[in-house]
């Protein structure tokens, strides 16, 4: 089984910044590409940053020049810098991490953190 183990939520005033880490725990053979969503009460779940295995990324328009993403291969990990923090970006964020091959299996499979809450107060 694989678990993604999300940290670096909470409280921050407009303006400020957090860093969220994801980590991928199990016997994790290969993994595509990582990602972070957002949930916002009543709305849907929405991209904010994805990034491929090679390093290639791609943000939501809401967050391009505030926000970056990067992992780390070796620690199975994706960050998440949030610079410039507006109240609209409160959310609970989810990690993605798509297509994880386990040793021994021929298949892979998207998995999700269980989500961290992000509120930035105005």
């Known amino acids: 089984q694989v678990q993604l183990v999300e940290s670096g939520g909470g409280l921050v005033q407009a303006g400020g910044s957090l860093r969220l880490s994801c980590a991928a725990s199990?016997?994790?053979?290969?993994?595509?590409?990582m990602g972070w969503y957002r949930q916002a009460p009543g709305k849907q779940r929405e991209l904010v940053a994805r990034?491929?295995?090679?390093?290639?990324?791609n943000y939501a328009d809401s967050v391009k020049g505030r926000f970056t993403i990067s992992r780390d291969n070796a620690k199975n990990t994706v960050y998440l810098q949030m610079n410039s923090l507006k109240p609209e970006d409160t959310a609970v964020y989810y990690c993605?991490?798509?297509?994880?091959?386990?040793?021994?299996?021929?298949?892979?499979?998207?998995?999700w953190g269980q989500g961290a809450q992000v509120t930035v107060s105005s």
């Open positions: 993605n991490a798509e297509n994880v091959k386990l040793y021994g299996s021929s298949y892979g499979i998207n998995y």
């Open positions: 199990g016997s994790i053979f290969s993994m595509n590409a």
């Open positions: 990034i491929s295995s090679g390093g290639s990324t």
